[in-house]
């Protein structure tokens, strides 16, 4: 049985934000709670695809594996993000292979039992289809952050996001290891070390996965500036 938290934080999830709570109850309470472990594979590129899932807690790594056996990571998810819908409703295989890039506890529903309940209620259906327009705009997004931007620029978009004040100075904890935050911004490791040296003028050190930031305003103008430019970097 699911908590009274963990439920908010599916009704908060795209998949369900714009469904009523009694809908999104009756899902809820056909689903499992699966917790898996750091390193542990929830299922791999090419699988029958007959779950889909909700991040309740952790962050779960989405990669695609290379004819040559390379690791690419397409995206990292959090709680409240949601993923394998649109393959296990097409009845497909899964696009990508996921794993718990650090102790997960996620919520696993069948694809059938979702599919009977669009047949009674077509917004279900209506909020499937926003939650995959919202996976590729963040795919979209990742591109672009790839695309048009050098590695020093991406890492400070990333501790933008991640840090917990918008002003002043602050310390957090990167979410996963750096080997993994590499692949997300599509780097090297070594780029990664030297894109973090890089961001020492704008106030941002780091030692271990412990990050401190001098003041978050130079940061964002920092992170602003790159936006505003960006366009110029990219070929029309």
């Not at 695609?64 to 056996?69: A, E, F, K, N, S």
């Not at 020093?152 to 957090?172: D, I």
């Not at 040296?197 to 964002?220: C, P, Q, T």
Request: hydrophobic residues 45%.
């Amino acid at each position: 049985m699911l908590s009274d938290p963990e439920v908010h934080k599916i009704s908060d999830s795209v998949l369900f934000k714009n469904l009523p709570q009694k809908m999104v109850s009756k899902i809820v309470k056909n689903g499992v709670h699966r917790s898996i472990k750091r390193g542990e594979t929830l299922f791999v590129q090419g699988d029958p695809a007959k779950h889909m899932f909700v991040v309740l807690d952790g962050w779960v790594k989405l990669v695609r594996i290379t004819p040559g056996g390379d690791e690419v990571v397409v995206t990292v998810y959090s709680k409240g993000d949601s993923f394998g819908e649109a393959a296990a409703m097409m009845d497909g295989k899964y696009p990508v292979t996921v794993e718990a890039a650090t102790d997960c506890h996620l919520l696993q529903m069948r694809a059938s039992l979702i599919s009977e309940q669009i047949k009674k209620d077509p917004d279900l259906a209506v909020a499937m289809l926003a939650a995959t327009f919202g996976h590729l705009h963040e795919l979209v997004r990742e591109v672009e952050n790839i695309k048009a931007r050098n590695g020093a620029q991406r890492l400070a978009t990333f501790l933008v996001a991640m840090a917990p004040v918008n002003e002043g100075s602050c310390t957090f904890s990167l979410p996963y290891d750096k080997l993994l935050l590499a692949g997300r911004l599509g780097m090297q490791p070594e780029s990664l070390s030297r894109s973090f040296a890089n961001l020492r003028d704008h106030g941002v050190m780091v030692s271990r996965n412990s990050v401190a930031i001098a003041e978050m305003k130079h940061l964002r103008q920092f992170v602003d500036l790159e936006k505003s430019e960006a366009p110029r970097m990219v070929k029309q």
